[in-house]
T-cell receptor, first 116, second 110 residues
Framework: NAGVMQNPRHLVRRRGQEARLRCSPMKGHSHVYWYRQLPEEGLKFMVYLQKENIIDESGMPKERFSAEFPKEGPSILRIQQVVRGDSAAYFC??????????????FGPGTRLTVL | GQSLEQPSEVTAVEGAIVQINCTYQTSGFYGLSWYQQHDGGAPTFLSYNALDGLEETGRFSSFLSRSDSYGYLLLQELQMKDSASYFCAVHGGATNKLIFGTGTLLAVQP
């Protein structure tokens, strides 16, 4: 059973360009979470999605950032007009489609975004 | 506000036992998880506590005291490969989002 997949693993963008980060959850998982990790810091929650629904986006910056999880295909985190402060590691996690508040989240290898 | 505090660094020798503490202050609490991260790679789930007490999983154990808003991760029979960052994380609400601590860098020496 493959784990959480993320691509690309490394992404370099110039200021003002768009970044698209993809996440495929583990088989059978329909809940996806995105987290951002700045160097030497812990992970910060950004957004929680289920298929075709954004459930909690309380950690998303109000501008330039968006996320989706379509019925078919991976979840996408999109950053428009990137700035240097967006440089970070972006991790995706998935969990089972349970109703518990405590389901274990399994993380992907992350996408390291560098903005020049 | 919401915060989780951990020591920034811990050093121990191979074969020893080490304890990594975590104190938390969050608006919601549905349990405490621990994750291991090597060199900025994928965080790996280690242990979870919903209720007070000790949970044991092989060489790793985790403890929780909800009345003290405190937990710890105990690593026994340390090995060199245990050198990594360890994060505590609170399951913070109905959406199960994780609120992570600041992380503890564990260095295991020969």
């Amino acid at each position: 059973n493959a784990g959480v997949m993320q691509n690309p693993r490394h992404l370099v963008r110039r200021r003002g360009q768009e970044a698209r980060l993809r996440c495929s959850p583990m088989k059978g998982h329909s809940h996806v979470y995105w987290y951002r990790q700045l160097p030497e810091e812990g992970l910060k929650f950004m957004v929680y999605l289920q298929k075709e629904n954004i459930i909690d986006e309380s950690g998303m910056p109000k501008e330039r950032f968006s996320a989706e999880f379509p019925k078919e295909g991976p979840s996408i985190l999109r950053i428009q007009q990137v700035v240097r402060g967006d440089s970070a590691a972006y991790f995706c996690a998935s969990s089972l489609p349970g109703q518990k508040f405590t389901d274990t989240q399994y993380f992907g290898p992350g996408t390291r975004l560098t903005v020049l | 506000g919401q915060s989780l505090e951990q020591p920034s660094e811990v050093t121990a020798v191979e074969g020893a036992i080490v304890q990594i503490n975590c104190t938390y202050q969050t608006s919601g609490f549905y349990g405490l998880s621990w994750y291991q991260q090597h060199d900025g790679g994928a965080p790996t789930f280690l242990s979870y506590n919903a209720l007070d007490g000790l949970e044991e999983t092989g060489r790793f154990s985790s403890f929780l005291s909800r009345s003290d808003s405190y937990g710890y991760l105990l690593l026994q029979e340390l090995q060199m490969k245990d050198s990594a960052s360890y994060f505590c994380a609170v399951h913070g609400g109905a959406t199960n989002k994780l609120i992570f601590g600041t992380g503890t860098l564990l260095a295991v020496q020969p």
